[in-house]
């Protein structure tokens, strides 16, 4: 009797140590995002394929710390605090050299998410390092339209040499207004929606395009 228990007892061990290694739904509680970009960032991405043509390629979504490292020099416990505020970051987009792949530049897509305080101390502290590595950072405000020639002379703008004394023009930031409000949540377009019940019902009021995802709305 001794030695069944004891048996029991071995299977139960072994049955728990192979759930350890090949892990159970409960120790990975994942699932796969829909997309890769929000709807504004989407948009952009074509804008910029198109902006930049054969003079280089766009990445997105790529981490900071792919693209910047902490200075040489740092002690090991500097290091690790400036690696630690870049580690869970992101670029919008990297644009890569076509030749070797190197980093040209990197851009950002400010939605109205970028207002809020914690936004703003994320975006200086980017700006912050990509200006003490000497690495260029544009920054585009969403929205509906883009003039692709305009966007693309802000990261090759021509020189005096390549056009006559009647088309040069002062220089201008490329800071644009949003034409269409886009969602503060997940930056896809608000569109007009009806309330269908409650307290509300026939009012129109502002909702986000990808409901049920997300269920962001304001007054009209």
């Known amino acids: 009797m001794e030695w069944l228990v004891l048996l029991v007892v071995v299977v139960v061990i072994v049955l728990i140590a192979l759930r350890r290694r090949s892990g159970t739904p409960e120790e990975f509680p994942y699932e796969m995002k829909r997309k890769l970009f929000s709807h504004a960032e989407r948009s952009f991405y074509g804008i910029l394929k198109q902006a930049v043509r054969e003079d280089g390629v766009v990445f997105g979504k790529v981490r900071v ?3 910047l490292n902490p200075s040489k020099g740092l002690d090991r416990s500097n290091w690790q605090k400036a690696f630690n505020h870049i580690s869970s970051k992101h ?4 644009i890569c050299s076509p030749d ?3 980093v040209l530049f990197v851009i950002e897509l400010d939605d109205k998410s970028h207002a809020k305080r914690v936004r703003v101390e994320r975006d200086q502290l980017i700006e912050g390092a990509c200006s003490t590595a000497g690495l260029i950072l544009h920054r585009f405000k969403a929205r509906a339209t883009y003039n692709i020639p305009e966007v693309r002379e802000v990261f090759f703008p021509p020189s005096k040499e390549d056009i006559s ?6 220089e201008k930031s490329f800071a644009v207004e949003l034409e269409q409000p886009l969602c ?6 608000l569109i007009i929606r009806e309330a269908k019940k409650g307290e509300h019902k026939g009012k129109e009021f502002l909702g986000c395009s990808e409901f049920p995802n997300c269920r962001y709305t304001e007054n009209n």
């Open 65 to 67: 710390a792919d693209v």
């Open 91 to 94: 670029f919008d987009y990297v």
């Open 100 to 102: 070797d792949l190197s």
């Open 165 to 170: 004394e009647e088309e040069l023009v002062p």
């Open 184 to 189: 503060p949540r997940c930056s896809s377009p």
